[in-house]
């Protein structure tokens, strides 16, 4: 069992920066993924952006254009997504989950656990 504790959310306005942490209650099992998500009110949850724990290879959803950057602290079993130039169409709650993913690391179906989710805001 591995359990995800999500923070650094807050509101910004647009333009603005946000670094959000998950971190881990184990530290990353080798094969694993770790990937961030989002869900706006109303909407599918959909990914964001990804990292292979044991290769350190980043994915990342178009949408993300540059703007956010993802990355990892083995040591302190925790991974950031780092989120520059904020917009108000990225406000939405944010997750991050783990899993061992075979097809697709931008897609929450393998994702075995994750996290309660940090809200992030954006104004115009």
């Known amino acids: 069992q591995v359990q995800l504790v999500e923070s650094g959310g807050g509101s910004v306005e647009t333009g603005g920066s946000l670094r959000l942490s998950c971190v881990a209650s184990?530290?990353?099992?080798?094969?694993?993924?770790m990937g961030w998500f989002r869900q706006a009110p109303g909407k599918e949850r959909e990914g964001v952006a990804a990292?292979?724990?044991?290769?350190?290879?980043?994915r990342y959803m178009n949408f993300t254009k540059g703007r956010f950057t993802v990355s990892q602290d083995k040591a302190k079993k925790t991974v950031y997504l780092q989120m520059n130039n904020l917009k108000p169409e990225d406000t939405a709650m944010y997750y991050c989950?783990?899993?061992?993913?075979?097809?697709?690391?931008?897609?929450?179906?393998?994702?075995?656990?994750w996290g309660q989710g940090t809200q992030v805001t954006v104004s115009s």
């Open positions: 184990v530290h990353f099992p080798r094969n694993n993924v």
């Open positions: 989950a783990t899993g061992l993913i075979w097809i697709n690391p931008l897609g929450p179906a393998e994702y075995e656990y």
């Open positions: 990292i292979y724990i044991e290769e350190n290879i980043p």
